[in-house]
């Protein structure tokens, strides 16, 4: 597997309570990626990242925010979370973009209560 | 807007049977790929294919691209248990700097 880790694993939070999850990779890959996955909806995209400090929105990024300071380091942070963002969020890294093989990491399983 | 129909979502076999998941566009695609979900499992890549009509095979599992590249499937021959999980195609849209749409999934079981 690829050197991906996402922590924590799992997170149980209150609404309206700000969160974040960290995406670690030691690949060096250019590009990171966050989704989140829903049944029924299969893997969307949050935000992604294109390099240090250059960072694009997803298709479903209202209510995110995204930092990258390190080529190793893609936090995503729900600013005041709520029982819709309930999900199970996958980071992914990959070398050249979008047209090149993703690896994603272990998941993060995280409940808005 | 760009969107990735993948059918059946659900598919039920006897072990030895084939399978076959399909996925479709409204638009050409620059690119598909396919990856593979096992159960509690995260998203491990399977192929891309890139060329209009564009067929590769990895063992037991067969990956077609449509000639007007707004298609593909995935057929496994004769499943197997170790086949089980939720297979997803995903659409790039837009060439090398585009959107990457994942299609819904399908979830296949193997029955023993």
């Known amino acids: 597997d690829a050197g991906i880790t996402q922590s924590p694993r799992h997170k149980v939070t209150e609404t309206g309570t700000p969160v974040t999850l960290r995406c670690h990779q030691t690949e060096n890959h250019r590009y990171m990626y966050w989704y989140r996955q829903d049944p029924g909806h299969g893997l969307r995209l949050i935000h992604y990242s294109y390099g240090v400090k250059d960072t694009d929105k997803g298709e479903v990024s209202d209510g995110y925010s995204v930092s990258r300071s390190k080529t190793e380091d893609f936090l995503l942070t729900l600013e005041s979370a709520t029982s819709s963002q309930t999900s199970v969020y996958f980071c992914?890294?990959?070398?050249?973009?979008?047209?090149?093989?993703?690896?994603f990491g272990q998941g993060t399983r995280l409940t808005v209560v | 807007g760009q969107q990735v129909m993948q059918i059946p979502q659900y598919q039920h076999v006897q072990e030895g049977e084939d399978f076959t998941t399909y996925c479709n566009s409204s638009t050409t695609l620059s690119n598909i790929q396919w990856y593979k979900q096992r159960p509690g499992g995260h998203p491990v890549f399977l192929i891309q294919l890139v060329k209009s009509g564009e067929v590769k095979k990895q063992k037991r599992l067969t990956f077609q691209f449509g000639e007007a590249k707004k298609n593909s499937s995935l057929h496994i021959t004769a499943t197997q248990t170790t086949d089980v999980g939720t297979y997803f195609c995903?659409?790039?849209?837009?060439?090398?700097?585009?959107?990457?749409?994942f299609g819904k999934g399908t979830k296949l079981s193997v029955k023993p």
């Open positions: 995903a659409g790039l849209y837009g060439g090398s700097q585009g959107n990457l749409i």
């Open positions: 992914a890294i990959s070398a050249a973009g979008p047209n090149t093989e993703a690896f």
